[in-house]
């Protein structure tokens, strides 16, 4: 059961809102746009968080103009041929900081019309209604420098808070301090193109990162310690992708360690070791750019949250309920310091929650005030190229949880648009419930795709989730022909046993 405290009898705010990313920015603005009087505390220079300054924005700025390059060299097969991209590091960097900075300053002029006041400056609690801000505003603008902190804090008492402070990369301990060792943010900056890279993790961000390098020019090899690359996802749209982007990598090595690495004149040299007694490994290499992508790790120890009587795990993680309450009632978190997955969507929505829950608590409006957090699905995207994007149960989730699944799949092979688009490596899969005894039985359990736009498509598969919707439904939605999309309703069609786009059913 949360604590419950007394409000401040001066407080500056009805709400301060740590952190400025897609969850607090959307926290921060729900809550002014309810009434309530908004302090928001960003420690860098511009709204937007990691994802818009360099995360999910920038990343897939990089990875539309890598998709064109790649997309440019197999049109010579269909009559028409280009020479070898010619490609200026500057202007390329020039026109990531445009995208960038057309978002932020769209957020800084909502936070205005809002009246939602922002405060630069890294934040600390004193108490449970007290927090201290360090200004910050001396130091580097970019998100690609931790701010150096200035000058007396500035102490603000709010009604309520809410924690949006995100989470950071994970930095291995063997890799040295090195400008060729970088993280996300460092190889989003394209410092230069390396001839050699190793992509430490086998997990979305660093494909993603290493899909551009691979269309700059860079030869690339990737070391995972599990026994395949992007884990998560369904293993048939992995290996799709896999034939596909096989020709980027010299060495893709899983169940493997990275276990030693060490700067020289020509490079990183890296050593690794194997999981499995009696796999062998390569001889150590060397790299112009090493980049670690072994996963983020929350902020929840750099807040001083439990001065605030807020609990923080081991691991940095808040504690959550429905409605995003820590254990101090009057205190909710949301984002990445809240739990897996780590993703934006996730965190806006979990922002809405929050900022509803204390408008109608503040004003006295029980609908509001009786807001959760209760999604079934939340989807997941692999930017790379093809993409991979997946929702709800994968084949091997069911099984590991002895679900009943029926698939029904529709191989983009016999997509007429896939075919048009001279890219039929795809493959749309759905999984339904087939267990008799269930309340969901028939209904749509989870789906994957891998293709291009597949991220762009998930979005429906989502929604039939949360409806509750079976292959009947999905088959006999109307789907425009021809695009991609309608392979979901051809799988569900694959799914009741009669796809006229697919040769019949053997019986």
């Not at 002029?109 to 927090?131: E, N, P, S």
């Not at 991979?388 to 997509?415: M, N």
């Not at 929604?463 to 392979?487: C, F, V």
Request: a neutral charge.
């Amino acid at each position: 059961m949360p604590t419950i405290l007394n409000h401040p009898t001066h407080p500056d705010c009805d709400l301060l809102v740590i952190g400025a990313g897609p969850g607090g920015y959307s926290a921060a603005f729900r809550a002014a746009d309810l009434g309530l009087k908004v302090i928001l505390v960003e420690r860098y220079a511009t709204l937007g968080g990691v994802c818009l300054n360099v995360g999910c924005i920038p990343s897939k700025t990089l990875l539309h103009v890598a998709s064109v390059i790649d997309e440019v060299s197999h049109l010579a097969a269909m009559g028409v041929q280009w020479g070898a991209p010619a490609v200026n590091l500057d202007s390329l960097r020039s026109h990531r900081d445009k995208v960038v900075k057309r978002l932020t300053t769209g957020l800084a002029a909502m936070a205005k019309m809002r009246k939602v006041t922002v405060v630069r400056g890294h934040a600390r609690f004193v108490d449970a209604h007290h927090l201290a801000v360090t200004d910050t505003s001396t130091s580097a603008p970019t998100h690609t420098h931790t701010p150096t902190q200035g000058g007396p804090p500035k102490t603000i008492a709010f009604r309520h808070c809410i924690i949006a402070a995100g989470s950071s990369a994970v930095h291995l301990p063997m890799l040295p301090d090195d400008v060729r060792v970088v993280d996300s943010t460092g190889a989003l900056a394209l410092p230069f193109v390396p001839r050699r890279m190793l992509i430490v993790g086998g997990g979305i961000i660093g494909l993603e990162l290493g899909t551009v390098y691979s269309a700059l020019g860079s030869r690339l090899d990737v070391v995972e310690m599990l026994d395949g690359l992007m884990p998560s996802a369904d293993r048939d749209m992995v290996q799709i992708w896999h034939k596909t982007n096989a020709h980027r990598f010299d060495h893709i090595l899983t169940q493997t360690r990275t276990v030693a690495a060490r700067a020289t004149q020509d490079g990183i040299e890296v050593t690794f070791a194997p999981m499995r007694d009696g796999d062998t490994v390569p001889a150590p290499q060397t790299y112009d750019m090493v980049l670690q992508a072994v996963g983020r790790t929350p902020n929840g120890r750099q807040i001083g949250a439990d001065r605030a009587g807020v609990f923080v795990t081991d691991r940095g993680f808040i504690q959550v309920d429905t409605q995003m309450r820590t254990n101090v009632a009057h205190i909710l978190a949301i984002g990445d310091i809240t739990g897996q997955p780590m993703l934006a969507h996730k965190a806006v929505h979990e922002g809405h929650v929050a900022a509803s829950v204390i408008a109608g608590e503040l004003h006295g409006l029980p609908k509001l005030a009786s807001a959760a957090f209760d999604a079934r699905v939340i989807p997941s995207v692999a930017y790379t190229n093809p993409e991979i994007a997946w929702v709800g149960l994968t084949e091997d989730v069911a099984k590991a949880q002895g679900v009943k699944v029926k698939r029904g799949v529709f191989p983009w092979a016999a997509s007429g648009r896939a075919m048009s688009n001279g890219r039929d490596d795809g493959l749309t899969k759905l999984l339904f419930d087939d267990d008799p005894a269930s309340k969901s039985h028939g209904q749509i359990l989870g789906g994957s795709m891998v293709g291009i736009h597949a991220g762009d498509m998930i979005g429906e598969l989502a929604l039939a989730i949360e409806m509750g919707a079976d292959a009947w439904d999905i088959g006999h939605t109307i789907h425009p022909h021809p695009t991609l999309g309608e392979s979901i309703g051809m799988a569900a069609e694959a799914a009741l046993g009669h796809c006229t786009d697919l040769p019949p059913v053997r019986k």
